[in-house]
């Protein structure tokens, strides 16, 4: 089994839904969790980070963490076509593997307008 | 700054052959590290260098696979010889200090005939 485990989707929904996006883990050591935005050929970008549980808000983007049930989400309000790309969690255990991140293998979102 | 580079972008040669995959890093970044990422198995973390020394390269899936960080600003990943199974868009990532936000390069985009 993996450390990280994310549905790899596809999904797709209608310009201006709510999506929602999750990963789990397995390691109870990960304390930095972050989510990566993938467009198509092309290199992942970081999206948004966050070093505890509860949420984190930057403009459309809310992530949320719950490490008792190691469990975390990303969710988009007023979806866009620009949003669709693949996103994938990445997360990090700082005190025994710093620098190293473990990856989810990714969802592929696909907003229509 | 102009990100992370690699070279070259794409690269198409044929089983057997010697591929030298290259990666220059941001300035000031102390960790680099190198992917591979295909459909079937996602981003998989091949090795990962700190002030140029390799701290973990359990990722590497065959003798053919070498890398190298001769200084701060340069790194090659090199595959030899080369199978068609190595196929796959090779990404080179750096970050400063823990911080663990790693910026990727475009990636190479590598087919063995």
């Known amino acids: 089994q993996k450390e990280v485990e994310q549905d790899p989707g596809p999904l797709s929904v209608p310009e201006g839904a709510i999506v929602s996006l999750n990963c789990t883990y397995s390691?109870?050591?990960?304390?930095?969790f972050m989510w990566y935005r993938q467009y198509s050929r092309k290199g992942p970008e970081l999206l948004m980070y966050t070093y505890s549980s509860g949420n984190k808000e930057d403009g459309r983007f809310t992530a949320q963490v719950d490490k008792s049930s190691k469990y975390i989400s990303l969710f988009i309000r007023d979806s866009q076509p620009s949003d669709s790309a693949t996103y994938l969690c990445?997360?990090?255990?700082?005190?025994?593997?710093?620098?190293?991140?473990?990856f989810g293998d990714g969802t592929t979102l696909t907003v229509k307008p | 700054d102009a990100g992370v580079i690699q070279s070259p972008r794409h690269e198409v040669t044929e089983m057997g052959q010697e591929v030298t995959l290259r990666c220059k890093p941001i300035?000031?970044?102390?960790?680099l590290f190198w992917y591979r990422q295909t459909m079937m198995r996602g981003l998989e973390l091949l090795i990962y260098f700190n002030n140029n020394v390799p701290i973990d390269d359990s990722g590497m899936p065959e003798d053919r696979f070498s890398a190298k960080m001769p200084n701060a600003s340069f790194s090659t990943l090199k595959i030899q010889p080369s199978e068609p199974r190595d196929s796959a868009v090779y990404f080179c990532a750096s970050s400063k200090d823990r911080e663990e936000t790693q910026y990727f390069g475009p990636g190479t985009r590598l087919l063995v005939l």
């Open positions: 990445a997360m990090s255990d700082l005190n025994t593997n710093a620098g190293k991140s473990t």
């Open positions: 390691n109870s050591a990960f304390q930095y």
């Open positions: 300035s000031g970044h102390d960790y």
